[in-house]
């Protein structure tokens, strides 16, 4: 029996997913559970398992392509069947080929008005191109390729020495995430400095990173000032009694926020293999979709490429998000005597609409207060 490879619901709130690539190749072979596909959404990227064994006989959707949950995208087969395609055939639905058919001349709906209007911004004479989509369709990702390969508008780029680089589906999402945030919050920003000189000795001899420390002294903050772990509501202001810790995770192409769940009821070693794990099924795009929702607060390493300042975006619907900088030795005043510590820049971008300044201001001092102390052998 054939086995229907169908769009996954990957989270509640996940309505369609995009093929980035196969990961199998058309007769191939793959074995149950055997990573087929990846796919894309406004949440997560991460290689989809085959659901059985089986060689993979018909694919209904490329790469590139953006389908609705539920939709049939391949389907298997128990014996390798060979395929012989005429040419100008794009699939096989059903057992039927099919091949694109061009619309009659003289058809003015067989652009869309996002593409028509996409071809007169930038230029393009859309009969140059050929489309992709249902029936010959020209889609607006045949456009941007179209760009892309310098024709027309390229070849006057490249003189210009540019280039345009299409957006991929997770640029675009944390485009339009960053822009919403700012404009769904008042943002504001406080920094602080914070001595490390007791977490670098206690590190010493252990495999830890600064990250746990951080996720540790903010749960604890927190608990003083509980305000920083909540959100805004259309009722009022929703406090959350669970503390769920985003970890800001860059990745090639883009960035991704997993999710360490009850941070304030785990030490530090735990910490640090939750985060461990995290960051590198996060890059690997091994992540389930559950593991990138439902963050209470964030927290971003900067420092980690060297930075030591920054003003972080709030990941919504969250108050705050936290800046880690690079740690680094400095000279600083102690006892009115000159000192070389290892000092770190915190910053905290937080929403005025919720909490003011000096709320902010608190709970950074006590951040910094449980940064600096030496006393971490309870909280392993």
């Known amino acids: 029996m054939p086995t229907d490879i169908i769009m996954p619901q990957l989270g509640e709130s996940i309505a369609e997913g995009t093929v980035v690539r196969w990961l199998i190749p058309l007769s191939g072979r793959v074995e149950k559970d055997q990573s087929l596909l ?19 006989a018909e694919v209904f959707v490329k790469e590139g392509e953006t389908v609705p949950v539920g939709t049939l995208i391949a389907r298997l087969a ?6 012989a395609v005429p040419p100008g055939v794009i699939s096989r639905v059903g057992g039927v080929v099919v091949t694109p058919v061009a619309p009659p001349s003289g058809v003015s709906d067989h652009y869309s008005p996002a593409v028509r209007q996409l071809a007169k911004e930038k230029g393009v004479d859309l009969s140059q191109i050929t489309g992709t989509g249902a029936g010959g369709r020209v889609t607006r990702k045949d456009v941007l390729e179209f760009l892309a390969k310098g024709e027309p508008l390229g070849v006057r780029r ?16 944390i485009a339009e995430r960053m822009v919403n945030s700012r404009r769904a919050s008042a943002h504001v920003v406080t920094f602080f400095e914070a001595d490390f000189s007791g977490i670098a000795r206690f590190r010493e001899g252990r495999n830890l990173t600064y990250l746990p420390f951080v996720i540790n002294a903010v749960t604890r903050a927190m608990k003083d000032v509980p305000i ?16 769920h810790m985003g970890i800001a995770v860059a990745l090639e192409d883009g960035l991704l926020v997993p999710v360490v ?4 009821r785990k030490g530090l070693m735990q910490l640090a293999e939750e985060v461990a794990d995290l960051a590198e099924r996060a890059r690997t795009k091994k992540l389930n979709p559950e593991e990138v929702q439902g963050g209470t607060f964030t927290i ?11 003003t972080p975006i709030i990941n919504q619907p969250q108050i705050a998000i936290l800046g880690v900088g690079a740690v680094q030795k400095r000279a600083v005043v102690i006892n009115d005597a000159i000192a070389v510590r290892p000092m770190s820049y915190l910053s905290l971008s937080f929403d005025h609409r919720v909490i003011d300044g ?23």
């Open 38 to 56: 990846e796919v894309e959404t406004d949440k997560v990227a991460l290689e989809i398992p085959s659901p059985a064994a089986g060689y993979l």
């Open 78 to 83: 128990e014996t390798k069947v060979e395929q």
């Open 158 to 173: 490249e003189a210009l020495g540019e280039e345009i680089l299409p957006f991929t589906p997770m640029r675009k999402t």
């Open 228 to 243: 920083l772990n909540s959100s805004w509501g259309e009722a009022g202001i929703v406090l959350k009694r669970d503390i």
């Open 261 to 264: 769940r009850h941070a304030e």
């Open 300 to 310: 971003t390493n900067h420092g980690g490429s060297g930075s030591l300042f920054s």
């Open 358 to 380: 000096a709320m902010a201001d608190r709970f950074m001092s006590r951040v910094k207060t449980y940064l600096e102390q030496s006393d971490w052998e309870k909280f392993l």
